[in-house]
């Protein structure tokens, strides 16, 4: 899926609540605490510019660099920071390395899983890239790589110039899979089918050899899904939450869509499966974190937040955050209730409020990414495999 697809956090728990009342943040940032790897960012230094261009030359496509700075200045020093609250996140010493490159085929994309047993980390490639050559003549694969050889090569311990990319043989095989998440030991995919005669799925992967699979679900009372996005699972009760879009009909390899675009709640247990969500131009992602969250892709593009009620339904629909920075997807929180996504030129974090605190720049589309474990996040930058460590820890797997 060239567009992006959904990735799940998990709720948080911390007693005051992810909008709940706070304790006071420091709102000065000493540069004498500043990272090497950081830069502070001075939004007053943008706030009036000279010239602001039409929106043909300034828009969702473009970057944006204001006056006094330039890709190569942003990209030298990656750990931007928007409020003093960021420092915390990132800690004293944060890294960002590149562990692998792809020359045209964006094989680093979504469904970022880290698998704590065997400290690995699962992705897949994108779905329908002409670059991919996948989608309707073949579907695109999962992958994974060694967190050990992405710290050995962050040290500089590491005998080669980039980690090793394992691909994994489903079987029976996840179909042009795009969103996933841990689920009691295993993996959850959401697979978008291929054609007319391979539908859209959930499936479970054995995360180890054989990696074998079993269908979820694959229909809603005996329709197709349009092409399941992402997944997520709500800890609170077990219950499953995933996206179905158009994205597989605008790439040209799943049939004319016959349902709305909309999000699903699916009980394992007892197989009821019902709509909590709908409204929505392209619901991609959503993280779960004390509410839910679910983002909506071309215009606006903004991530709305859901309270959660204790029967798994949604209501009471905000508007968290918009990101100037386009394609905000893989939705995830961290154990304080900070909320990362991934935009047009990295992973971006705003705080339980929605302001935004800092980024983690990448210069190119962070399509997707995952905390693994305490300190570590894998970002997927289509062409790009990035390593990141910091302070910060993500919410806890389910």
């Known amino acids: 899926m060239a567009i992006g697809a959904l990735a799940i956090g998990v709720l948080v728990p911390y ?25 502070i960012i001075d939004q007053k230094s943008f706030n009036v510019l000279e010239h602001v261009p039409p929106p043909k030359e300034a828009n969702a496509t473009t970057r944006f660099l204001w006056p006094g700075v330039t890709y190569e200045s942003l990209t030298e020093r990656p750990f931007h920071v928007y409020d003093a609250e960021f420092l915390e996140i990132i800690g004293s010493n944060p890294t960002l390395t590149l562990l692998a490159t792809s020359e045209k085929d964006p ?22 890239d002409p670059d991919a050559g996948t989608g309707l003549a073949k579907s695109s694969v999962i992958q994974k790589i060694s967190l050990a050889e992405a710290e050995a090569l962050k040290n500089g311990s590491h005998t080669e110039s980039q980690v090793k990319i394992t691909v994994v043989d489903s079987d029976p095989q996840v179909i042009n899979p795009n969103g996933g998440t841990n689920y009691k030991g295993q993996i959850i995919f959401a697979g978008e089918g291929q054609g007319d005669k ?3 799925a959930l499936y479970l992967m054995n995360p180890e050899a054989p990696y074998n699979t079993t269908t979820l679900v694959n229909n809603f009372f005996g329709r197709q899904f349009n092409s399941l996005n992402d997944v997520s699972v709500n800890p609170r009760n077990g219950d499953i939450y995933f996206t179905d879009t158009m ?21 394992p ?19 779960i974190s004390n509410a839910l969250f679910g983002h909506n892709y071309t215009r606006p593009a903004s991530i709305y937040r859901f309270d959660v009620q204790e029967d798994g339904t949604w209501d009471n629909r905000r508007t968290f955050a918009f990101t100037a920075a386009r394609l905000p997807d893989g939705i995830h929180c961290d154990s304080e209730g900070n909320v990362y996504a991934g935009c047009g030129d990295g992973v971006h974090v705003w705080n339980r409020s929605g302001k935004l605190i800092g980024k983690i720049y ?24 990035f390593y990141a460590t910091l302070a910060a820890s993500g919410a806890p797997l389910n």
């Open 362 to 385: 990448t210069g190119i589309n962070a399509a997707n990414f995952q905390f693994a474990g305490k300190g570590r996040m894998v970002i997927m930058g289509r062409t790009k495999l």
């Open 198 to 200: 391979r539908p859209s």
């Open 269 to 287: 247990d007892t197989g009821a499966l019902t709509v909590v969500a709908d409204g929505f131009v392209a619901p991609n992602d959503t993280g």
């Open 107 to 128: 094989i680093f994309h979504e469904a970022v899983v880290w698998n704590p047993p065997t400290e690995e980390v699962f992705f897949v490639q994108n779905a329908g």
């Open 247 to 267: 994205y597989g009909y605008w790439q040209y390899f799943r049939p004319e869509p016959g349902l709305q675009n909309q999000v699903y709640r699916f009980d």
């Open 15 to 39: 007693s005051l609540g992810l909008f709940g009342e706070a304790q006071a943040k420091p709102t000065v940032i000493d540069p004498a605490k500043l990272p090497a790897t950081a830069q």
